[in-house]
């Protein structure tokens, strides 16, 4: 049976703000090309998986943009009540799926990844399916570019599959974002591999997973997939995330599995994580400034300045991030951007600056 993608939309953007917002978060924004990220990430995938088989699960407030961006039909656009985390999207995807195609393959996709070589995305794709129809949880490495502190990583041991450079790994494990001096160890071994989020299994697979590890929440699950079709549809999604943790795909099932697989990607990834993003992305100046939209500067050195309306002038000063995005200002040191939730944080919590969020 031919793969589906289930495409998460979920997630808040909070590191673009201000150019994201609670209304509009960064994966339905135009941030690379003319396309946003889950508009790019749909076209990406649409060799292995075409519109037909692509689900879309996105909170509930999201459902007019989606529905404006990518025109999925009624039974493709899957709505949370709430945002509860990747587990239970994943969760409910796999049992909508079970009701309307059992056996079949998910391609579990973030909407907000950015992915150049499409070409090796989807052999890296082909090859992780062919896994999967043997009863395997497999997940996407990629090869650290740096000793990067924000992601997790994945421990992957012996080959199992593939050739050449695209190969798949067993896990050995699952490490957690780990310190400096941590991250260098894992990129001079050659055994670890940054974890990107992209899952690829069948759907009785991953049930069996929850049915293991979340039996309460795969319960509930068993009572939706029976209401898939039903008036009851939308009352036992209900009551799925009135049950269901927030909790992610990997604390729930991955790092408890013994059933993985890693396969080392050979594209380009980046989960665009912050405004650090467009300086890996755009080639800075001589200066090492990266710059989107109108700007003036001078003695200005390694800034990331965007700007989406007026003119932004900026004088002697470096190592910053300065956005302009209609009615919000952000000047940060690049080093403090992971600090950024706490600031809006405080954001929300005072009357006359909440309103921007």
């Known amino acids: 049976m031919k793969p589906y993608a289930v495409i998460l939309c979920g997630g808040r953007g909070e590191r673009f703000w201000p150019k994201s917002r609670r209304r509009q978060p960064k994966q339905f924004m135009r941030l690379f090309g003319d396309k946003s990220l889950t508009q790019q990430t749909s076209e990406r995938v649409k060799p292995l998986c075409p519109s037909e088989r692509q689900l879309f699960v996105t909170p509930a407030e999201f459902a007019a943009t989606v529905r404006r961006q990518l025109r999925p039909k009624p039974e493709n656009l899957l709505l949370e009540p709430e945002g509860r985390n990747t587990a239970p999207a994943i ?205 003036v500067s001078r003695d200005v050195q390694n800034c990331i300045v965007d700007s989406d309306t007026g003119v932004v002038a900026v004088l002697g000063v470096e190592d910053l991030v300065v956005v302009r995005s209609k009615d919000a200002v952000l000047v940060a040191r690049r080093d403090k951007l992971g600090e950024i939730k706490e600031l809006l944080k405080q954001m929300a919590k005072n009357p006359d600056a909440r309103g921007f969020l």
């Open 91 to 295: 969760g409910v995807a796999a049992a909508y799926l079970a009701a309307t195609h059992p056996g079949v393959t998910m391609v579990v996709l973030p909407a907000d990844h950015l992915i150049k070589q499409r070409l090796r995305f989807l052999s890296s794709v082909r090859l992780a399916a062919r896994l999967a129809q043997e009863g395997m949880l497999v997940c996407f490495g990629i090869p650290p570019a740096r000793p990067d502190t924000g992601y997790g990583y994945i421990h992957v041991g012996r080959k199992v599959g593939g050739r050449g450079r695209l190969t798949a790994h067993k896990v050995v494990g699952f490490r957690e974002k780990p310190d400096p001096d941590t991250a260098r160890s894992y990129v001079r071994s050659g055994n670890y591999l940054w974890n990107s989020g992209m899952f690829v299994w069948r759907v009785d697979v991953i049930l069996e997973a929850f049915e293991r590890f979340m039996p309460e929440f795969r319960a509930a699950l068993g009572e939706f997939t029976s209401a898939v079709g039903t008036r009851r549809q939308n009352s036992a999604l209900k009551k799925v995330y009135e049950q269901a943790p927030s909790i992610s795909i990997d604390y729930a099932v991955m790092e408890k599995a013994h059933n993985i697989i890693a396969v080392r990607a050979t594209f380009d990834w980046d989960d665009v994580g912050s405004w650090l993003a467009l300086a890996r992305q755009k080639r800075p100046d001589k200066s090492g400034n990266v710059v989107n939209g109108l700007c």
